[in-house]
C-alpha cells in the first residue's frame, strides 16, 4: 500500500540556497538561542566525540566553544556552502554528506546531534536513518534531537522548509523507542520572538490553551 507524501525538496542546491546568507548565533532569534542553550545543557560536561548530522552554521558549535566543556566537533551537512563556512570557522573533522549514508564507523561517537534534520525525512525511511545513527553511536551514548512542533503542514500552500512530516513528542519518543533508544529528558519551548519570559510564563500558566508549543528537544540513550 502507498500513502501519500510530500514532495521532497531537500537537495544539495535548495539547501545552499537556503544558506546563501550566514549568521552567528547572536544575530539569531531568541528561540534559536534558547534551543541552543537547552541542546547545549543536555551534552555532558565532560563533552566527547561529538557528530552533528545537518551542521548548517554550526550554532551548537559556536555556543559550545564558548563553555569549558571538551569537545571533538564532527559534522555532516548535504550543503557544501554550510561545510565550506564551518571549515573556516571551527576546527573538526567535517564533511558533505547525506544522513542516509554517513560515513562513519559503528560505535565511532560519544553524542550525535540532529537538531530539525529528522522532520526533514519522508515517513518511510524515518527507521532506517534512525538506526544508522545509532550504529554509530557508542554503547550507552546519547543521542539528542530537536523537532518543530504544531505546524500544521498539510494546510501550508508553500513548505519552505521542505519539510516531509509534523511531529508530537509522543511521536518522536515511540520512533526513539522503537529503534532502540531510551529517552531521558526532553524540554518543549514556544517561538516568542519578544518577552519570552513573560509570554511563556502566561502560556505555561495563565493562558494555557491559547498557543501551542513550537519546538521539542530531546536527548536519549542508547540500549
Do not use: C
Not at 569537545?71 to 542516509?100: A, E, T, W
Not at 500552500?157 to 520512533?175: A, C, G, T, V
Not at 532502540?180 to 502560556?203: E, Q
Amino acid at each position: 500500500m502507498k500513502y501519500a507524501v510530500l514532495k521532497d525538496e531537500n537537495t544539495d542546491k535548495f539547501w545552499d540556497l537556503n544558506f546563501s546568507d550566514f549568521v552567528s548565533l547572536d544575530e539569531e532569534e531568541s528561540v534559536t538561542k534558547e534551543k541552543i542553550k537547552i541542546v547545549a545543557s543536555f551534552i555532558p560536561k565532560n563533552g566527547g566525540k561529538i557528530l552533528d548530522i545537518g551542521i548548517g552554521a554550526g550554532f551548537i558549535e559556536e555556543y559550545l566553544l564558548t563553555t569549558q566543556k571538551k569537545v571533538d566537533f564532527h559534522g555532516i551537512d548535504i550543503s557544501p556552502k554550510s561545510i565550506n563556512f564551518v571549515k573556516k570557522r571551527y576546527k573538526g573533522d567535517f564533511k558533505i554528506g547525506s544522513f542516509y549514508k554517513l560515513p562513519y564507523k559503528p560505535s565511532s561517537f560519544d553524542i550525535v546531534l540532529a537538531l530539525d534534520v529528522l522532520e526533514h525525512i519522508p515517513p518511510p525511511k524515518i527507521f532506517g536513518v534512525l538506526r544508522k545513527i545509532r550504529l554509530i553511536i557508542k554503547p550507552r551514548g546519547y543521542f539528542i534531537a530537536s523537532v518543530p512542533l504544531n505546524e500544521r503542514l498539510w494546510g501550508m500552500e508553500i513548505n519552505d522548509s521542505s519539510h516531509m512530516r509534523e511531529y508530537s513528542p509522543e511521536l518522536l519518543r515511540k520512533e526513539l523507542m522503537i529503534s532502540g533508544f531510551n529517552p531521558l529528558s526532553s524540554k518543549t519551548i514556544y517561538a516568542f520572538a519578544d518577552l519570552r519570559r513573560l509570554k511563556t510564563f502566561a502560556a505555561e500558566n495563565l493562558l494555557t490553551n491559547r498557543w501551542d508549543y513550537n519546538e521539542l528537544i530531546i536527548k536519549a540513550q542508547k540500549i
